[in-house]
């Protein structure tokens, strides 16, 4: 008996590594999971390119506004005074004497001036010993707070910027509702001077990085990008919010480039210009930048991942971005373009320029005629690649916005009209109304109500560029005079760097 069932065990054991070294499997009885496995794959290898596209045209629009500053606007704000000044000797043939984006210019070219004689108060060389006497931890905490500091500064500056141009130029017929022009102006100015001044210790902690010894706080600065993918890619994100850290990674890798420029100036001035040491900078330059982008490569890899957006939804930021440039070129455009780069990136050139106008002249000291002839050609030369820069990026736009059937939201007129606060409710459902019949195209989001018969013809663009959420979904009721809604759906075209998606804003 104990013969046969050690003969029965046997067997059994043998049946049983023998099946096991036979057994088959076929991955067609579940054909769409694996499907979608090497779709995901496919997507996450398709990330870099499609960003690196979005990155590229989003760093030349950045760049577009920035030397928008050093270039035309001097030219414009020229023009406007020289208005200013012969209007009246000839007379007032209309009922402005300077047109709004004049006054704009103006605004801008004071605020530049009054910024840059302020600056020269301030001592950097003093700002550089006195951050290197740190340790290297409370650096690396105030890099950190630096950073933060930025985003808070860039979020609120851009409406103090706003705030000043709307009551220069807002027509005299409506009631004051504001404080006065003199007081928006000098908040302008404490907000630029101090931003400025933010950057530049946010300069001088990467300058003293830089000529560190052991390169210990470069390291640590550096490893700082990193502990970016553990805060980001664990989160839930749907594509609006994508959309804002998208830009704001935009807006970073230009500032970085600007910074690391700034730092190169200043190390080039300590050692009398001598190339040499340019490239001992070369390497730490290179391993700052790559670092920058390998981190940004990641951490989009992996939100579309776990979040399974795909790598075309790049296609539709680029056509957004693109749209703001199209439509600022109508003869309707409410804005100008670099204020529109600046709510849509958080990106705001006036302080990063003030700052590397007070490095550069501190830095290139002009002296005789020949100086001055090659002031003049350098400013040429900015000025031609501006303008073609200019000249590429909007037939680029235009190519992309019409891959993107977007062509017939740039003939959409702007609002006229926002319900105020203060207004009875008469008012308020017949400005309503007034919203409703026209679609904005503006880059700040509005709650407006919905025309169940639209008077527009709709396109696919807007399926196209709209987050299909069902939390979002509008759900509007009415009681008698009053209107309930819930939170719209939000368009692309009116996402900015700081308008609240879901839960997060990064």
């Given at each position: ?282 390497p730490d330059v290179c391993m700052v930048i790559a670092s920058e982008i390998a981190v940004d490569v990641v951490k989009h890899a992996f939100i579309t991942k776990f979040n399974d ?198």
């Amino acid at each position: 008996i104990s013969l046969a069932s050690s003969c029965q065990i046997y067997l059994s054991l043998v049946r049983f590594i023998s099946a096991e070294l036979t057994r088959g499997y076929f991955l067609e009885h579940n054909e769409a999971k694996y499907t979608e496995r090497r779709e995901r794959v496919y997507t996450c290898l398709r990330i870099p390119r499609e960003l690196e596209k979005l990155m590229f045209f989003g760093f030349f629009l950045c760049l577009d506004a920035f030397l928008y500053v050093f270039t035309l606007l001097p030219l414009r704000v020229l023009l406007a005074l020289i208005r200013l000044l012969t209007l009246p000797c000839c007379g007032l043939s209309g009922s402005r004497l300077l047109q709004p984006a004049q006054v704009c210019d103006i605004l801008k070219g004071f605020i530049m001036i009054i910024c840059y004689s302020m600056m020269h108060y301030v001592d950097y060389s003093m700002m550089y010993h006195l951050i290197r006497g740190q340790s290297v931890i409370k650096l690396y905490i105030i890099y950190n707070m630096l950073e933060v500091a930025d985003r808070l500064f860039s979020s609120f500056g851009q409406d103090i910027l706003d705030a000043l141009y709307w009551t220069a130029t807002e027509p005299k017929e409506k009631k004051r509702a504001h404080i006065g022009v003199i007081p928006h102006f000098f908040m302008a100015v404490l907000y630029v001077f101090l931003h400025a001044i933010l950057i530049m210790v946010q300069a001088t902690t990467l300058n003293v990085a830089f000529n560190s010894h052991n390169k210990s706080l470069l390291t640590i600065m550096m490893s700082n990008n990193f502990v970016e993918i553990k805060g980001s890619v664990f989160k839930k994100f749907e594509k609006n919010n994508l959309f804002q850290m998208s830009n704001s990674d935009i807006k970073e890798r230009f500032t970085n480039y600007v910074l690391l420029l700034i730092v190169c100036l200043r190390n080039m001035e300590q050692f009398s210009w001598n190339p040499d040491h340019l490239w001992v900078l070369f390497p730490d330059v290179c391993m700052v930048i790559a670092s920058e982008i390998a981190v940004d490569v990641v951490k989009h890899a992996f939100i579309t991942k776990f979040n399974d957006i795909t790598a075309d939804v790049y296609s539709e930021y680029r056509a957004s971005l693109a749209f703001d440039l199209v439509s600022s070129r109508q003869k309707n455009a409410y804005t100008d373009y670099s204020d529109s780069v600046s709510r849509r990136m958080g990106f705001i050139p006036l302080p990063l320029a003030l700052l590397l106008i007070r490095v550069v002249t501190s830095s290139v000291k002009v002296q005789g005629s020949l100086s001055c002839v090659c002031v003049l050609l350098f400013y040429l030369g900015m000025t031609t690649l501006k303008v073609l820069n200019s000249i590429v990026l909007l037939g680029r736009s235009c190519l992309y916005v019409k891959e993107a059937n977007m062509e017939e939201k740039l003939f959409q007129s702007p609002p006229t009209a926002t319900p105020g606060r203060a207004s009875s409710k008469s008012n308020r459902s017949r400005d309503a109304a007034d919203e409703a019949s026209s679609t904005s195209i503006t880059s700040q989001p509005v709650h407006r109500v919905e025309n169940p018969a639209p008077t527009l013809p709709t396109s696919n663009s807007d399926q196209f560029l709209t987050t299909p959420d069902e939390t979002e979904e509008k759900d509007i009721t009415q009681d008698g005079s009053e209107l309930k809604h819930r939170a719209p759906k939000k368009d692309l075209l009116e996402i900015d760097r700081f308008t609240i998606c879901g839960n997060r804003i990064d």
